[in-house]
């Protein structure tokens, strides 16, 4: 009895799995980034997967708040995920705003060189003018705790692989940007 490999599941799916994370502030973009750079994977055959930060919260996440230490393993978590689905020969799209760069670098640590890290940069001013949810307003008027950009730190990634400027650029854009970066990383060899 042999376990499949990891080289024989990326041959069945003809290419390599990578995690593409993308940190920012709430409102910078991830995840309509993500879900347009998941259509456009897709539809060039590639195995793809999204970890949404917010869909995560009401599922595998959902005992955790926003504190410090429940943010800590909300990432943790989710990287050992995106691990698996790496494993498995996917290209995982993970949108979260992980904002202590020490939980990020604990995930790219974990996944080596399957990692991408992608800032989605976008000033704060943009993203609460934007406030497509409705939570700086919510987070302004003290309704909300922990809100990252109000009342909790957004560390920005000092070395990321990629940065987006979501302010300047359009989806089409920053899609393409990722797209250059990943296509030739996962190819096989
Ligand atoms: P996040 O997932 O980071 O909280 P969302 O993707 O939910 O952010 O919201 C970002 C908002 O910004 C959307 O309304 C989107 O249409 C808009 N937007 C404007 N320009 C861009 C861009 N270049 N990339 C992504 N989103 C953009």
Redesign the pocket.
């Given at each position: 009895m042999k376990n499949i490999s990891k080289s024989e599941r990326n041959k069945l799916k003809g290419h390599k799995g990578l995690a593409v994370w993308l940190t920012?502030?709430?409102?910078?973009?991830?995840?309509?980034?993500a879900v347009e750079l998941e259509q456009q994977l897709f539809a060039k055959n590639i195995h793809t997967y999204t970890l949404d930060g917010d869909i995560l919260r009401t599922g595998l996440n959902k005992d955790l708040s926003f504190t410090e230490e429940a943010r800590k393993e909300n990432i943790r978590r989710t990287g050992e995920v995106a691990k698996l689905f790496v494993d498995s020969g996917t290209v995982v799209i993970a949108?979260f705003i992980s904002p202590f760069a020490n939980d990020r670098k604990i995930v790219r640590e974990l996944l080596g060189e399957e990692f991408v890290e992608v800032f989605?940069n976008c000033p704060l001013e943009v993203c609460e003018q934007?406030d497509?949810?409705g939570l700086y307003k919510k987070a302004r008027k003290g309704e909300l705790k922990n809100f990252t950009g109000i009342d909790s730190p957004y560390e920005k990634p000092e070395n990321p692989e990629l940065t987006?400027n979501?302010d300047l650029?359009?989806?089409q854009?920053?899609v393409q940007q990722i797209l250059e970066f990943v296509l030739p990383k996962i190819e096989l060899k």
């Open positions: 920012g502030l709430s409102g910078a973009g991830k995840s309509t980034i949108a989605v934007r497509v949810k987006l979501t650029q359009d989806l854009e920053c």
